[in-house]
Nanobody
């Protein structure tokens, strides 16, 4: 399984970005997909996850109303649409994948099996 993120960059407060995550070496539609982020000297923080069909999503309270997660199984991609970006959104954003086998705490990084290399998002005032 290989996950490759793209779409990060340096933006101003209030701007928008769309991150993408392309999966390969996997049956993409079998996997739950997630996004986490990590600021310097902080732990990896849950952002959002989406089930295999795209019908069920979960968004962290810190970004609810500003970020949305989606997926395109035909093209093996997951997306994180980020709007109204704030300085506290700065960090490295990671895509994650797992095949859920039970009701697990998907807001915890430890339950995810596969990770991308990350893409940097920097929000400046």
């Amino acid at each position: 399984v290989v996950l490759v993120e793209a779409g990060g960059g340096s933006v101003q407060v209030g701007d928008s970005l769309r991150l993408s995550c392309e999966g390969s070496g996997m049956e993409f539609s079998y996997y739950k997909m997630g996004w986490f982020r990590q600021a310097p000297e902080k732990g990896r923080e849950f952002v959002a996850h989406i089930n295999w069909s795209g019908v069920l999503t979960s968004i962290a309270d810190s970004v609810k109303g500003r970020f949305t997660i989606s997926r395109d199984n035909a093209n093996n991609k997951a997306y994180l649409q980020m709007s109204d970006l704030r300085p506290e959104d700065t960090g490295t954003y990671y895509c994650a994948a797992t095949i859920p086998t039970s009701d697990q705490p998907f807001d915890e990084a430890r339950v995810w099996d596969h990770w991308g290399q990350g893409t940097q998002v920097t929000v400046s005032t």
